[in-house]
């Protein structure tokens, strides 16, 4: 008789097929309901098991698909600028297409009222209409970044780039779709620090709570008039991103 906990005993049991080399990197693992039924445990002691090999990096969870084994090579870090060259598309995707990365991403836009915390980062009174738009980014498949965008519909309300991602212009990356109703944005002021993850972080992100992540604030600015045009909270994985600012010029004649 064994007090070892049985998500523990799981675990132990998947890790030895990992080692061993009887699952290999990027090979699917069986699902919560087949590790319940092979066990004959409750779903929850078989994603507590996952968990723990999650945490150890042996195995990594990808969002409608499934449990896989990681590869134990070193991930390749994918560098993130403040902005691309204009005409690009989303940023975003231009930057990991430079990286020879395939970037998806999962995007959702409502109205909202604008909150004291984002009221007072849009230079807005409190309870102004807003549009919000969060992102889940994936690289190669995989989620490596969240988004929270706030974008004051005083400015873009009766346009047609009033939703970040439908539309004419829908997708264009900000300073683009602001280009479209005569605003030149620059390049936006960011904050950027460290911290854990939240459990509704991890999970959207496929990681395990408490991960390291670089959390960015970042606000786009009217060039002309100074008045704050779109404010969001971003988090990158820290296993993943560096963050470069400035840009080698390129030499004469290039």
Known sequence: MTDTPPYLRIADEL????????VVAGERLPS???????????????????????????????????YFVQSQEPP???VRHQRVGPGRGSPIRAMLAEQGVEATRRTESSTARADAAIAARLGIA?????????????????????????EPMSVTGNSL???????PHGGIGIADRMAVIGIEVGLPVERVS?????????????????VVVLAVERTHYDQATGRPVETADILLL??????????RPEPAGS
């Open 161 to 167: 780039i009033v939703l970040p991602e439908a539309g």
């Open 126 to 150: 409190v309870g102004e209409p807003v549009v919000h738009t969060g992102y889940v980014h994936l690289a190669d498949g995989v989620p490596v970044q969240l988004t929270e965008s706030w």
């Open 194 to 210: 460290a911290r854990q993850a939240t459990r509704q972080e991890a999970q959207k992100l496929a990681v395990q709570p408490g």
């Open 32 to 66: 919560i309901s087949e590790l319940a039924d092979e066990y004959g445990y409750s779903g929850g002691v078989a994603q507590r098991a996952y968990g723990i090999l999650i945490e150890e990096n042996l195995v990594v969870a990808k969002p409608g698909a499934g």
């Open 76 to 78: 390749t870090f994918l």
């Open 15 to 22: 890790r030895a097929r990992i080692v061993d080399g009887g």
């Open 238 to 247: 820290g296993s993943r991103w560096v963050v470069e600012y400035g840009r």
